[in-house]
Nanobody
Framework: QVQLVESGGGLVQTGGSLRLSCAVS????????MGWFRQTPGKEREFVGA????????YYADSVKGRFTISRDNAKNTVYLQMNSLKSEDTAVYFC?????????????????WGQGTQVTVSS
């Protein structure tokens, strides 16, 4: 089992920055990817980005590339999502997730464990 707890959401103005954290506990050795997703009411959960847990390589959705950065601190078992140049369309509930398989790490279906989500609201 893997447990995930997000933190760091909140209200920020357009153009501002916010950093989300995801504390990981449990069978961390089994993790292949840590991903970030987001969801707005009435829409499907959307891939934001992912990081290979051991290698540290990262992948991003086109909509956030160049603005968002994923990093990890293996000593603290924590993954971060640094969000810069925020736009109103970034408003969503953000989830971190853990994937134990070596797939592409971009699909909701690949992830076995999910955090509870944290709200990010970008106001103009």
């Amino acid at each position: 089992q893997v447990q995930l707890v997000e933190s760091g959401g909140g209200l920020v103005q357009t153009g501002g920055s916010l950093r989300l954290s995801c504390a990981v506990s449990g069978r961390t050795f089994s993790i292949y990817y840590m991903g970030w997703f987001r969801q707005t009411p009435g829409k499907e959960r959307e891939f934001v980005g992912a990081i290979n847990w051991s290698r540290g390589s990262t992948y991003y959705a086109d909509s956030v590339k160049g603005r968002f950065t994923i990093s990890r601190d293996n000593a603290k078992n924590t993954v971060y999502l640094q969000m810069n140049s925020l736009k109103s369309e970034d408003t969503a509930v953000y989830f971190c997730a853990a994937d134990q398989d070596s797939g592409l790490g971009r699909s909701v279906d690949e992830y076995e464990y999910w955090g509870q989500g944290t709200q990010v609201t970008v106001s103009s």
